[in-house]
Nanobody, 125 residues
Framework: QVQLVESGGGLVQAGGSLRLSCAAS????????MGWFRQAPGKEREFVAV????????YYTDSVKGRFTISRDNAKNTVYLQMNSLKPEDTAVYSC??????????????????WGRGTPVTVSS
């Protein structure tokens, strides 16, 4: 049974930091690209970042470049999202996803293989 379980969300003041984790099981983690999406209230789900299976290729949405860093530990079957310099507009439910391919995640969000349920992040001003 495939599971993606996010943790690390919470309430933080603007300018602060959070690190999200996503623990995976039930599939061969090291062969999958892993990434993050977010969905703010009343808005569509938005691509945030993705990391290829070997950790070499990363892609970020423009609004988080320079502030967020995605990483993975294949020994622990876990992907992370380090979020620094948080802004109120980063408030959303953050979900991790898995797919064999790292390309075009923003346009393929409805076709990715596996999803977690999400963890809420609230950034206060």
């Amino acid at each position: 049974q495939v599971q993606l379980v996010e943790s690390g969300g919470g309430l933080v003041q603007a300018g602060g930091s959070l690190r999200l984790s996503c623990a995976a099981s039930g599939f061969t983690f090291s062969r999958y690209a892993m990434g993050w999406f977010r969905q703010a209230p009343g808005k569509e789900r938005e691509f945030v970042a993705v990391l290829s299976w070997n950790g070499i290729n990363t892609y970020y949405t423009d609004s988080v470049k320079g502030r967020f860093t995605i990483s993975r530990d294949n020994a622990k079957n876990t992907v992370y999202l380090q979020m620094n310099s948080l802004k109120p507009e980063d408030t959303a439910v953050y979900s991790c996803a898995a797919d064999p391919y790292a390309g075009s995640w923003a346009s393929r969000k409805n076709g990715l293989d596996y999803w977690g349920r999400g963890t809420p992040v609230t950034v206060s001003s």
